[in-house]
């Protein structure tokens, strides 16, 4: 497991009050938590794990400004959208902006997961990053602890990508509904051509 290298603090002083810094959005997946959903991937996280899936977002530095409003509208506008997923990058580094984020959808009727590299012990202690527990609270779904290759399970039948992984149900309603795969992959191409993938890749390589 890496260490911490930078305090994360400054560069998210940069972020505006009410916005968040993320480095992509999806609608309608369905390898990232239960049902059809939007993903948010916030950007930062100081882990830099290896075999990481998403090494662009582990700079702090400003990459996609969204307000909060703008973030809860574009989820909602997907009438297929049944919840949102938190991943990164790490979102707990920006948990007070999500917070507000997952009181808007809950509001409207959606579930809320989030993925953590902190367990959940840690976001529950007084050393969690601010606002940790204000996002916890509201929750359905939590999956903590970081990637660790040498752990990787790489199975069709886990919702977790690394067996030191765990899964916490907070929402009771949601426990019949743990379907997803953490080994499937998802490709999302958008009208301007460029495309996104999502979900675990393992040893698969795509083409540019």
């Not at 506008?77 to 920006?94: A, D, K, L």
Request: aromatic fraction near 8%; include cysteine; hydrophobic fraction near 40%.
């Amino acid at each position: 497991m890496t260490q911490k290298k930078t305090n994360p603090y400054p560069a998210l002083l940069e972020i505006p009050a009410g916005y968040l810094n993320i480095m992509g959005y999806i609608d309608e997946s369905e390898v990232n938590g239960p049902g059809c959903r939007a993903v948010v991937w916030v950007q930062g996280c100081l882990r830099e794990c290896p075999g990481c899936f998403n090494h662009e977002s582990w700079s702090f530095e400003i990459n996609q400004l969204i307000s909060i409003d703008s973030l809860v509208e574009k989820i909602l506008s997907n009438h297929r959208n049944q919840g949102v997923t938190f991943s990164g990058g790490e979102p707990f580094w920006q948990a007070p902006a999500l917070a507000s984020v997952a009181r808007k959808i809950k509001a409207a009727g959606l579930n809320v997961m989030s993925f953590s590299g902190f367990t959940l012990e840690q976001l529950q202690s007084q050393y969690a990053p601010a606002g940790a527990q204000d996002l916890l609270g509201q929750l359905d779904i939590l999956i903590d602890g970081p990637y660790i290759q040498s752990l990787a399970i790489n199975s069709p039948d886990s919702l977790v990508s690394s067996s030191n992984q765990r899964v916490h149900i907070f929402n009771p309603s949601l426990k019949d509904k743990m379907t997803w795969a953490s080994d499937q992959i998802e490709v999302h191409i958008f009208k301007d051509g460029s495309r996104l993938i999502t979900g675990y890749r393992g040893q698969l390589e795509l083409e540019e």
